[in-house]
Structures are given as structure tokens and as C-alpha cells.
């Protein structure tokens, strides 16, 4: 009698483990799937912001209004492995995050105000995004951003603008693919189009690309876009694209 109430005892416990090991499996599973679907709702949100926004500035425009703000969240949204990279002189560098410091310091609101300066269109690629007047950690989640010692496309000098490399595809990730002659099409605010041609694509170690950003790289209309270029799953390269003003 005692062996069979022994056996019971050993069954119900083991029912209990199997019980606990099946809850932490559930537990585990949904965990799973809730981190796996993290990223491509942040990408989903990204992309529903930016579309929102470009609808407003299309319509902004289309009013006549040169003068274009758009709200979005200070924070949140980031993209796996998210960073941004300041170009200059050290005096320069520390000037433009001490700027970026002091304003995200002085506002208590959880958003942010972008201006935008016009929009980038690259059929080639399939690509249509508001460009705004800074490269910050907001802004590049939210479209593309003007580097801030260049000039506006279509202006004497070279304008860079600089996007991230998502992995869905979007904002400068295909810009590898763009060749000589591809069209790249910039509209400012006031409704002016410039029309830039793609002249050439290189990739270089990060470390040089301040030869290629200022204003002062070029004394005519020049356009250059700048994204990360990917080795051995680092991004330590920089792709560009240098674009001349079609005559």
C-alpha cells in the first residue's frame, strides 16, 4: 500500500514539473514572438510617420507655404544598431552636439519639431522622402537630413545629405544600386525642382569622408548622398553618391 501511495506521489509531482515546463514554454514562446515582431513594428511606426508627414508637406506646399514644420516623437522608434555619426572639425563636432544636447534638454515634451526643406525623389530606387534642415538621431528615423556645414541642393557648392541603411530596404539602403545618369530629383519648399544626374558611386572608410561633405567640396550645384556601406557586419564604410546639377 505504502509503495502504491509512493507511485502516486512520484506521478503527481512529475504532472506538476510537466505542468511548470509546458507554462514556461508558453512563457518563452511569446516572449519569442514579441521580440521578433519588435523591430518591424518600430519600422512599421517609422514608415507611418514619415508618410504622414510627407502627405502634410506634399499639401503644405501644394498651399503655397514654404515655411514647413511637422511634430514627431523625441524619442522611440529606433532601429536595431541605430547610430549617427558628427563630421567636422572637433570644435564643430562638439558644437553640434552641445546644441543637440541643450535642446533636447530644454524641452520637457516628449516630441519634436522638424523643419523640412524640400523632398528627395529617386525613381531608380523607388525612394520619396522629406528632407529635414539637421542630421540628428530623430529626423534620420523619419526621413533624410541635410548635413549641416553644406548648403541646400541647388545652391553654389556641395550639398550632402546623409540617410539610414535599413534592412527593409528603406530611406538610402538601395542607393548602392543607383549608376551614372540615374536621375535624382530634389524639390525645395517653394516649390523649386532641381534635377540632379547621378555621376559616380564609391564606397570609402568612414574615417574620409569629410573629404567629400562641405560645402566647399564643390563650387558649383552638387548633390551627395551618404549612407552606411556594410564589411563583415560592421559599418565602417560609407557609401556615397555624387550627383551633378542637369544642365
Known amino acids: 500500500?505504502?509503495?502504491?501511495?509512493?507511485?502516486?506521489?512520484?506521478?503527481?509531482?512529475?504532472?506538476?514539473?510537466?505542468?511548470?515546463?509546458?507554462i514556461l514554454s508558453g512563457v518563452l514562446i511569446i516572449a519569442g514572438v514579441i521580440f521578433l515582431l519588435i523591430e518591424p513594428y518600430k519600422a512599421w511606426k517609422r514608415s507611418q510617420?514619415?508618410?504622414?508627414?510627407?502627405?502634410?508637406?506634399?499639401?503644405?506646399?501644394?498651399?503655397?507655404n514654404t515655411e514647413i514644420t511637422i511634430v514627431v516623437p523625441k524619442d522611440g522608434n529606433a532601429a536595431a544598431g541605430e547610430s549617427i555619426d558628427y563630421y567636422g572639425d572637433e570644435a564643430a563636432i562638439i558644437e553640434m552636439q552641445e546644441s543637440q544636447a541643450n535642446a533636447a534638454a530644454s524641452s520637457s515634451s516628449s516630441d519634436v519639431t522638424l523643419t523640412c526643406v524640400g523632398v528627395l525623389k529617386i525613381d531608380a530606387i523607388g525612394q520619396e522622402l522629406p528632407v529635414w534642415d539637421v542630421a540628428t538621431e530623430t529626423s534620420l528615423r523619419y526621413g533624410l537630413g541635410l548635413y549641416e556645414y553644406s548648403v541646400i541642393p541647388g545652391e553654389n557648392g556641395n550639398s550632402t545629405i546623409l540617410g539610414h541603411h535599413y534592412k527593409n530596404g528603406t530611406a538610402f539602403a538601395k542607393i548602392n544600386k543607383l549608376v551614372a545618369g540615374d536621375q535624382v530629383i530634389f524639390t525645395?519648399?517653394?516649390?523649386t525642382v532641381y534635377t540632379?544626374?547621378?555621376?559616380?558611386?564609391?564606397?570609402?572608410?568612414?574615417?574620409?569622408?569629410?573629404?567629400?561633405?562641405d560645402a566647399s567640396v564643390s563650387s558649383e550645384p552638387q548633390l551627395t548622398?551618404?549612407?552606411c556601406a556594410y564589411e563583415n557586419g560592421q559599418s565602417t564604410l560609407r557609401q556615397l553618391v555624387i550627383c551633378k546639377l542637369a544642365q
Do not use: W
Open 1 to 22: 500500500m505504502a509503495f502504491r501511495d509512493r507511485g502516486e506521489s512520484d506521478r503527481h509531482n512529475r504532472r506538476k514539473i510537466n505542468t511548470i515546463l509546458i
Open 196 to 213: 540632379f544626374v547621378v555621376e559616380t558611386s564609391l564606397v570609402i572608410p568612414k574615417e574620409d569622408l569629410l573629404n567629400y561633405i
Open 225 to 227: 548622398l551618404v549612407t
Open 49 to 64: 510617420i514619415t508618410e504622414n508627414a510627407m502627405d502634410v508637406i506634399q499639401s503644405e506646399m501644394s498651399a503655397g
Open 188 to 191: 525645395a519648399t517653394d516649390g
